[in-house]
């Protein structure tokens, strides 16, 4: 491992040596986006400098049995610990190495820089240490420089630090840090970027813009702008300008200074419409590269927007039920409201009101109280932990307070204004973190326990693995929208029949009635589509067998007794047959009038029990004649259940946009195991546990990534074993469809399999 590192030369998987924020400005910039240059002390440093100046057994001895609930033990541990860092002598071979690479930034002279520190434990899909580490702006000189890297491998080490890393249950010796130093942007205007609107889970993208340096804003000293974008519409939706009277500027000699805004600009929306719409592109793109929701810090200068931090979002809402929200606005009505503010992350919370000022020590702040200040800071993590809410006065979406407060799963309502002045010490009241309103008086209502599964969704961590859910009846297509998913992974088009048609649809056909089919397939396909637009819906096409199909009214015309249905003439077969083909036409014209007419383009398509190759290629060409073409906005999957689709996986991803295993189906065809045989499941045959069915699932993931295609799954094993759940994460598994009663928790198997994953990279680094 080398000590100093171009950024260019990261990548996202070098996060144990570089740190997240360094990871991610090295994966930015190798993706073609502008990202400022720079260099990285990476955690090979960290560690001589430890050795050097040895530190870490005194380091060990200053945390040992530390009381972390008291602020004054804290802030004296941290104080001991950071001054040894700052004092400590910086080796000679690494200070020449520093400066070199420094002079480079400036084409033989020292430029400004920023000196950011970037932990292993940052950015994490899991935690995202908003703020934990110090950052540097308009470093200038060698002598600057070297300090400002120690102040930041000491600041690995202060009480908010501290703190965050036991709430989030990561050893102190187990994260690093790396320092990252690259050309200062001195930005006209800077902001935050969230790819997924953090409260609502709404596909919008959120924008926060303000005059200046950034820092002013992230620390949330001012209230920014907000513009909401349809990312899929190139739409601004919403926008909430602020009046900023102040920003931040560089100094004549480098240092941040404060600068008064022009009283005629204070007020104006911070960029024009074409520059919000251009960055809202911009992370689209971020978000398309890393396949998740993005927090994204940008800076623009001189009309050039540059990237300067990327990490995954790290929260979802706690509720996102509107009928609930209803009933609760309902049953608020007649309350005293006393302060309303913009919702930051959502829930409720009640409890006596403490109001907080910086000079304060953090003691005065109680387990259960509401937390009431200007702006916190990161210095205030440790009593942002014991409360049950936050408000402050200041402050957007995107800000310190509002990131903490949604990844403490925690009530938080910022830019209030004057909450500080209206709310009294010891007053009891009320916190709606999804409305922005605060209430007088404690909450006595209890949620009824007829509440849907999907409404009492708890706050669920943001996994790399896309999360989607199986939906089967239509009916309840909008309660299951409401689950921390992202989109249907399979919706079966054989229960609208059952539900909506109930007649085999060869027969309706003859009766001349096919319009009426189409139209009733695609009134189905439309209740579930219009539910989590603009999610994506993976409609599989009809996958009856034989016997169920003999089953349907007027079926024993159409269809033949076969001995094993189950192996017989079932999905593609059907379609590519003569005697089918007219009734398939009449699903893809369904899809189609459910895209085309009802504007539903979150609908796709997915082929069951695929064959050949061949078979593949004429459904297309009557995909083709009914108007569905492949395309960025539609796509067309296959399922893998016959173990062909493993061996030739390469060859059928030509001609895919992705695959979907079938579990059950895959596990029954490669076992030899009659998935309906009670004696051959009692007797262990049919378990996707198998050594040989986990092999063929990580022989397809690995030769359909080699094509650039990816794989999901739809069957019940990850919901059901958390050990298989972990082997899908672990093999590389794209996605994961569920069904919605099993949602919540297989997230937790998801979140929890990632993050041991990291946590073990990070340990081979050591």
């Not at 993706?31 to 870490?56: C, H, I, M, Q, R």
């Not at 907080?356 to 440790?382: A, N, W």
């Not at 309840?476 to 054989?494: C, F, N, S, T």
């Not at 094993?717 to 972990?726: D, L, N």
């Amino acid at each position: 491992m080398k000590r100093l590192m171009s950024i260019k030369n990261l990548g996202v998987n070098d996060i144990p040596i570089a740190g997240g924020k360094a990871a991610n400005l090295g994966e930015l910039t190798s993706a073609g986006f502008e990202v400022p240059p720079g260099f990285v002390l990476t955690t090979e440093s960290f560690d001589y400098y430890l050795k050097y100046n040895k530190l870490k057994d005194f380091i060990a001895d200053a945390l040992s049995g530390l009381d972390m609930s008291s602020d004054a033990a804290l802030q004296d541990a941290s104080g001991k610990i950071r001054k040894a860092f700052e004092e400590g002598e910086m080796p000679k071979d690494l200070e020449s190495s520093v400066i070199e690479e420094y002079k480079k930034l400036g084409k033989g002279k020292f430029p400004l820089v920023a000196v950011r520190s970037s932990a292993t434990a940052e950015d994490l899909p899991t935690a995202s240490f908003a703020g934990q580490q110090d950052t540097y702006l308009n470093v200038s000189g060698p002598e600057s420089l070297l300090k400002s890297v120690k102040r930041c491998w000491a600041s690995l080490f202060t009480p908010r630090a501290l703190a965050y890393r036991v709430s989030k249950n990561f050893e102190h010796d187990k994260v690093k840090l790396a320092v990252v130093v690259q050309r200062m942007v001195n930005s006209d205007i800077s902001g935050i970027m969230f790819t997924i609107d953090p409260n609502s889970e709404l596909p919008h993208i959120i924008i926060e813009a303000g005059y200046g340096l950034g820092e002013a804003l992230v620390g949330g000293k001012v209230t920014p702008d907000t513009y909401v974008v349809d990312k899929f519409h190139r739409k601004i939706l919403n926008r909430r300008i602020s009046n900023q009277t102040w920003k931040l500027v560089r100094g004549e000699s480098g240092e941040c200074m404060k600068e008064d805004i022009p009283a005629d600009l204070a007020s104006k929306q911070k960029m024009t419409d074409e520059q919000i719409l251009d960055l809202a592109e911009i992370g689209n793109q971020i978000e398309m590269h890393y396949d998740r929701p993005m927090d994204i810090e940008w800076a623009m200068e001189g009309g050039n927007v540059y990237i300067v931090q990327a990490r995954p979002v790290t929260t979802l809402s706690k509720d996102k039920n509107d009928k609930a929200g209803k009933a609760e606005e309902k049953i608020e009505s007649s309350r005293t409201i006393l302060v309303k503010g913009l919702g930051a992350s959502p829930g409720k919370a009640s409890g006596p009101v403490r109001i907080y000022q910086e000079d304060m020590s953090l003691d005065v702040v109680k387990k259960g109280d509401i937390m009431v200040t200007q702006m916190t800071t990161p210095d205030m993590v440790p009593a942002m932990t014991r409360t049950s809410a936050i408000i402050t006065d200041e402050g957007g979406m995107t800000c310190h307070a509002a990131i903490v407060a949604r990844e403490l799963g925690i009530p938080c309502i910022v830019g209030a204004n004057n909450a500080t002045e209206v709310l009294k010490n010891g007053m009891e009241v009320t916190v709606h973190g999804q409305t922005g309103v605060v209430y007088e008086g404690l909450d006595k209502e209890d949620r009824p326990a007829s509440t849907p599964v999907a409404a009492m969704a708890p706050s669920a961590p943001v996994t790399g693995t896309k999360i989607m859910v199986n939906v089967g009846v239509p009916q309840k297509a909008e309660e299951y929208a409401q689950l921390p998913v992202q989109g249907v992974g399979l919706m079966r088009i054989e229960f609208l029949f059952t539900s909506y048609i109930q007649e085999h649809p060869c027969a309706l056909i003859e009766q001349g009635r096919e319009r009426e089919l189409v139209e009733k397939l695609s009134q189905g396909i439309a209740t579930v589509a219009k539910a989590f637009y603009p999610r994506p819906i993976i409609l599989r096409t009809s996958d009856f067998k034989t016997n169920e199909y003999r089953d349907m009214k007027g079926g024993a015309k159409y269809e033949p007794k076969e001995q094993n249905p189950m192996i017989g003439w079932r999905g593609c077969s059907r379609y590519v047959s003569e005697s089918y083909r007219d009734a398939f036409l009449a699903e893809l014209k369904a899809i189609k009038r459910a895209r085309d007419e009802m504007g539903l383009t979150n609908v796709w398509m997915m082929l069951p029990f695929v064959r050949t190759v061949e078979e593949v290629v004429k459904i297309e060409r009557l995909m083709n004649d009914v108007g569905l073409f492949r395309g960025n906005d539609f796509k067309l999957y296959l399922m893998a259940e016959v173990p062909v689709i493993v061996f030739m996986a390469e060859e059928f991803a030509e001609h895919c946009d992705g695959f979907s295993i079938g579990s059950n189906d895959l596990t029954q065809l490669t076992m030899g195991a009659d998935r309906d045989s009670d004696i051959l499941g009692r007797m262990g045959y049919f378990d996707e546990r198998n050594v040989a069915i986990k092999r063929a699932i990580a022989h397809l993931i690995k030769h359909a990534h080699n094509k650039g295609v990816p794989v999901g799954i739809c069957g019940q094993a990850p919901s059901v074993y958390p050990e298989f759940c972990e082997f899908l994460v672990r093999a590389g598994i794209d996605s994961i469809s569920l069904n919605a009663d099993t949602v919540l928790k297989t997230i937790s198997y998801v979140a929890a399999a990632e993050q041991r994953m990291v946590l073990e990279s990070i340990r081979k680094q050591k």
